[in-house]
């Protein structure tokens, strides 16, 4: 099975197409004003209407209210990905008002997977993140790895996208170590916080690919 492959904290049009010929599956675009990434809403629309079908959208929200919630969907995004406290309930809420959503979790210990399996089914996806440095702005997008050896603790019979600190030097051995089902990368392919560079999209999706596609063969 192909790697699902989301390329976060897109902010361009000309970005946009380039992650789409790289590959990518699903352009994630940020709502969250304390993130180098925010964009506003008028903005967000605007490149949902470039990517015009070509790929998966999503809008990423971090405990959103009803109102931004009903915004966010107006703008017919294929997925709401939540980035906070969000229950089961509300992610339920969400997929009745017509789309999609993307649960994140954020790790940095094996008592931080407690909640994950009572998504699994519900959330249409499932992202398991980074824990944010204590006295990060946002509680993504900050470029941190964490121990992927927790993750053995997880029941193997749950899809998820592992994220958090992915870079072009480790999305090989990220792939090796923990066999995701996607991957979901923002600061490891950004020359400055809140800026994508072309080269490292393009070769980000280059590695993950060529890797992914020999050791499946490998295995098969
Ligand atoms: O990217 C942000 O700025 C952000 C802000 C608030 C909540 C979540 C955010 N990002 C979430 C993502 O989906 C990132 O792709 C994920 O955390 C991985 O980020 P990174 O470690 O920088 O690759």
Known sequence: MPLLIKICGLKTPELVDVAIEAGADVIGFVHFARSPRHLDFSDIGKLIR???G???TAILTVNPDEDLLEHAVSLSPDY???HGQETVERVE???QMGVDVIKAFSIGAEEDLAPVPAFAGKADLIILDAKPPKDAAHPGGNG???DWSILKALDPGIKFMLSGGLTIENVQQAVNEV???GLDVSSGVEVRKGEKDADMIKEFMRRARDYHR???R???
Do not use: A, N
Request: zero cysteines.
């Open 50 to 52: 470039h990517v015009d």
């Open 54 to 56: 070509r790929v998966k």
């Open 80 to 82: 709401i990905q939540l």
């Open 93 to 95: 809420h969400i997929q």
């Open 144 to 146: 941190e790895v964490f």
């Open 179 to 181: 066999r995701p089902f």
């Open 214 to 216: 020999s050791t499946t």
């Open 218 to 220: 490998e295995i098969e």
